[in-house]
Every structure is written in C-alpha cells, then in structure tokens.
C-alpha cells in the first residue's frame, strides 16, 4: 500500500514551453501533497505544500506564479513549471500524506531538463 | 539556526562490514526524525522513524538507528552491509509534526566487494 506515482519519468522541453507533472497516490487518497526539488548530488527543498481543495503554501523564495500548483483531488496532484527555462531542470519528487498516516509516501520523481 | 547535518558526503564500506551514518540536527524540541534511502533516479524510501518513545528503532532492510537527545543525534546503523545498500541516504526531521521535513545534504554509501 501507499503508493505514489509521477508522470512522466523524465521530459526534455524547449525553453519558454510549460511542462506539466502529475502525481498521483494510487491506493490512498492524499490530503496533503508535497512538491520538492532536488539539484544534481544535493538534498531535496521543499517547493510547496498543497492540501486538497486549497491554494498550495510556498516556501520562501519559490516563485509561486512560475510553479503551479493544482491539487483539485484526492488523488491528484499536478506542478506546471510555466516558461521553463534550463535553470529550472532539476529532478522533481512529489509526496502525499493521508490523515491518517504518520509519514508521507515518495513518488518516483521526473527528471526535467530544459534546453 | 535549525539545521539537518549529516557530516559525511561519501562513506565506502566492504561488503559484510558494519555501517553507521551520521545524523545530527539543531532544533529546540526533539523533532519527528526520519532516514530515507535513494537509489540513483529514484524517489525516496522510507528506512525508519523515530517519534517518541523507545530510542532504538529498528526498520526495514535490516537498518536501525538510535536518538540520543543529549548528542541531538539520530544515526543509521547496519551490522553487516549488502552490495544492493549502495545508495544515498538522507536524513530528515520534521520539526513540528506537521509533516513538513527537512532534508540533511545526504551521505552517498558505496560498497566494495
């Protein structure tokens, strides 16, 4: 059980082009969805919370009109990196957390890469 | 400053060898703790956690780790290393139990046959 998908794995894009990612918790519905970034050989940054329903919480210094956050589910979450530029490649992992659940569960990750 | 350190970028063990990360954080209550394992291109999975209670904790692969309040250390034992351990491992707190984690910079372990 708590399963956490992402897709796509991995998407190159021109820059100036939006990129949508989707995460999804398969046998959980996710109240609270986490997005994270993480650069080549460094820890991962928490980007943003989003609960359910609600506007997604960004941290400092994430810029939340360029990181779009939807969370229009239980089930569903999506990041929009909108005009990417090759700054922006990175790995991005989601994670979701029910209520009940003490922890929060990873997805895979996707790769982006921005050329 | 509230940090995560875990001091050690790269660790080699040989197979069969004993391991321990090191975990230490800054915080002014005991956060909720946590080690993840990631394999290269992967997500993170969970290892164990640590909440209240019983210091040693025991998780899955055959890892533990013991909290130590008076050292504010959380490190990540395994008597004898398999060749499949190789991975980075982070550590994490979550301060306020609201699910919100910090990450440490990570310890990148490999293993010699």
């Known amino acids: 059980g708590a399963v956490v998908s992402q897709h796509p794995s991995w998407v190159i894009c021109k820059s100036g082009t939006s990129v949508k990612i989707e995460c999804r918790s398969l046998d959980f519905q996710a109240t609270t969805m986490f997005w994270y970034r993480q650069f080549p050989k460094q820890s991962l940054m928490l980007m943003a919370t989003s609960n359910e329903g609600s506007k997604a919480t960004y941290e400092q210094g994430v810029e939340k009109d360029k990181f779009l956050i939807n969370h229009a589910s239980l089930t569903l979450s999506t990041l929009t990196v909108t005009s990417a530029h090759p700054e922006d490649s990175s790995f991005y992992i989601c994670?979701?957390?029910?209520?009940?659940?003490?922890?929060?569960?990873f997805g895979p990750g996707t790769r982006l890469l921005v050329l | 400053a509230q940090s995560v350190t875990q001091p050690d970028i790269h660790i080699t063990v040989s197979e069969g060898a004993s391991l321990e990360l090191r975990c230490n954080y800054s915080y002014g209550a005991t956060p909720y703790l946590f080690w993840y394992v990631q394999s290269p291109g992967q997500g993170l999975q969970l290892l164990l956690k640590y909440f209240s209670g019983d210091t040693l904790v025991q998780g899955i692969k055959g890892f533990e780790a013991e909290f130590k309040r008076s050292q504010s250390s959380f490190n990540l034992r395994k008597p004898s290393v398999h060749w499949s351990d190789a991975a980075e491992y982070f550590c994490a707190v979550d301060p306020g139990g609201g699910n919100k984690l910090t990450f440490g910079t990570g310890t990148q372990l490999k293993v010699e046959l």
């Open positions: 994670s979701a957390r029910a209520d009940y659940q003490e922890t929060q569960y």
